[in-house]
Every structure is written in C-alpha cells, then in structure tokens.
C-alpha cells in the first residue's frame, strides 16, 4: 500500500521537506503548510528527467515563478504534488523499478481515456481511478 515515506523520498525527502515524514499525519501537515516550491522540481525531475515544461501542467508559469520567489507553494498546489508523487511512489512498488513506473506515468492508459496516469493524477478523482489501476495490477486483475 502506499505509505508516506515513499511519497516524502520522492517529494525530496528530509533534505528538501526540511523534516523526516514518519506518517501519514506528518506529511499532512507539511502538505497543509505548503510545500517547497523545489518539490515540484524533484518530482518532475523524476517522472520526465528531459521534459521540464510538466512543471506548467502542476502549476502554471506565472504562478511558479512567484512561488520560486517566495519559496513556497500555496495549500492546494502542494496537495497536486502530494497527489501526484504518492501514485508514483506507488508505482514504485509495484514495479519495484523508476524506469518502468516513469513508463506507466508518461504513457497514455486506456481505462484513462487514453490520458497518461500523470495527467489523469492532477485531480483527486483521476488519481483515484490510477490507483484502481495499480490496485488492479497488484493484485493481478486485468488492467
């Protein structure tokens, strides 16, 4: 199952978070705080190493740039992230590889209407159906 400390390592970990995440409760709270804006940068560094624009799919330009300034992203950019990362980090696990789940993020799904899992995780109810997919795949129902 998805647990925070694999969501955190790939937010950046202690190092970027500023804290270590021990639970569930305490990456709530940082997510409720506001992320660093560096977050975005490990998490889409990670998912497309060469294609730095999915920072403006998360987060548009203008609002990035304000936030690099302040250090900072809001309440609701940083749930994005959280979202985003915990279904890579899931992902993680079931592949037991980056490669192969930077695979499942970038390519279209077609139980996703052909939307990749990273695009379909940027709202709650799209990262709901991913992980059914991954749920699906785990327990080695057709997916």
């Known amino acids: 199952m998805i647990n925070s400390a694999g969501t955190a390592a790939i937010l950046g970990g202690k190092t970027i978070l500023g804290v270590e995440i021990e639970n569930d409760s305490s990456l709530e709270k940082i997510v409720d705080r506001g992320l660093p804006y560096q977050t975005l940068e490990m998490l889409i560094g990670q998912i497309f190493p060469s294609d730095r624009s999915k920072y403006y799919d998360v987060i548009p ?30 992902a993680i696990e079931i592949w037991g590889k980056e490669t192969k789940a930077r695979y499942f993020m970038q390519k279209p799904h077609p139980m996703l209407e052909d939307r990749s899992p990273f695009q379909a995780s940027l709202t709650e109810l799209g990262a709901k159906r991913v992980e059914d997919i991954l749920n699906r795949i785990r327990f080695g129902i057709a997916a």
Not at 61 to 79: D, P
């Open 61 to 90: 330009a203008s609002n990035w740039h304000r936030r690099k300034k302040t250090g900072y992203l809001n309440r609701e950019e940083s749930q994005k992230i959280e979202r985003i990362a915990r279904i890579f980090a899931y």
